[in-house]
């Protein structure tokens, strides 16, 4: 069992700045991903950035460059920086991780998270 702790998040205005963390607990498999997804109101649920048992990152592409995804394997966290931060960002921010990871060449989704966090909520607004 795996289990998922959030913290973090807030309301910033536009061009600010955020972090997000997520204590991971429980057994993981050698392969495993683990990522952020976020939710607006009236929206489907969003990948945002993920990051792979090798190290691999991936990001949705609206927020390349501004927002970084990272893993400490000390203290079992994954942590997610926003940066430059746009009201579209605006959303409930939830942590996810999968373990074991089968490759796809596929953008994750989801339906492939067994693990969730309980979510951050993050607001930009001037």
């Known amino acids: 069992q795996v289990q998922l702790v959030e913290s973090g998040g807030g309301s910033v205005q536009p061009g600010g700045s955020l972090n997000l963390s997520c204590v991971v607990s429980?057994?993981?498999?050698?392969?495993?991903?683990m990522g952020w997804f976020r939710q607006a109101p009236g929206k489907e649920r969003e990948g945002v950035a993920f990051?792979?048992?090798?190290?691999?990152?991936r990001y949705t592409d609206s927020v390349k460059g501004r927002f970084t995804i990272s893993q400490d394997n000390a203290s079992n966290t994954l942590r997610l920086h926003l940066n430059s931060l746009k009201p579209e960002d605006a959303a409930m921010y939830y942590c996810?991780?999968?373990?074991?990871?089968?490759?796809?060449?596929?953008?994750?989704?989801?339906?492939?998270?067994?693990?969730w966090g309980q979510g951050s909520q993050v607001s930009v607004s001037s």
């Open positions: 429980g057994k993981m498999y050698s392969t495993y991903c």
């Open positions: 990051i792979y048992n090798d190290g691999t990152t």
């Open positions: 996810a991780a999968q373990s074991p990871w089968y490759y796809t060449p596929n953008a994750p989704a989801a339906t492939d998270f067994l693990y």
